[in-house]
């Protein structure tokens, strides 16, 4: 069964940009919202240095890392390209109008 957090609402992203929530674990949430209105959470770390990816920029159903332009696939984390290396996803849901992402694992296992 999976737990989920209420982060708010679509309006609360700004489209084709993000926003970060921290969950009580140790990583820092980024959430997407892309041209098209999908919404999209991954841990706010390019995989190449660690790079904030929620003030990258969004592109289609990717974000480009700030610090190096790597491009990473919103849906699975993935770099694109040359560039190899995975970012965390966090699975997120839309219901009655809220966004709502699962809570990470490893705040499973220590609540």
């Known amino acids: 069964m999976t737990d989920?957090?209420?982060?708010?609402?679509?309006?609360?992203?700004?489209?084709?940009?993000a926003r970060t929530?921290?969950?009580?674990?140790e990583k820092e949430i980024a959430v997407f919202r892309t041209g098209d209105d999908h919404v999209f959470?991954?841990?706010?770390?390019?995989?190449?240095?660690?790079g904030p990816l929620s003030q990258g920029i969004?592109?289609?159903?990717?974000?480009?890392?700030?610090?190096?332009?790597w491009t990473i696939a919103l849906k699975t984390g993935e770099a694109q390209g040359a560039d190899s290396g995975c970012t965390p996803t966090i699975a997120v849901r839309q219901e009655d109008g809220r966004i709502l992402i699962a809570r990470p694992v490893a705040e499973k296992a220590a609540a």
């Open 4 to 17: 989920w957090i209420d982060i708010g609402t679509l309006a609360d992203i700004p489209q084709r940009g």
């Open 21 to 25: 929530v921290r969950t009580g674990g």
């Open 41 to 50: 959470a991954l841990v706010n770390e390019c995989p190449h240095k660690k």
């Open 58 to 69: 969004v592109h289609g159903h990717s974000v480009a890392c700030p610090l190096h332009n």
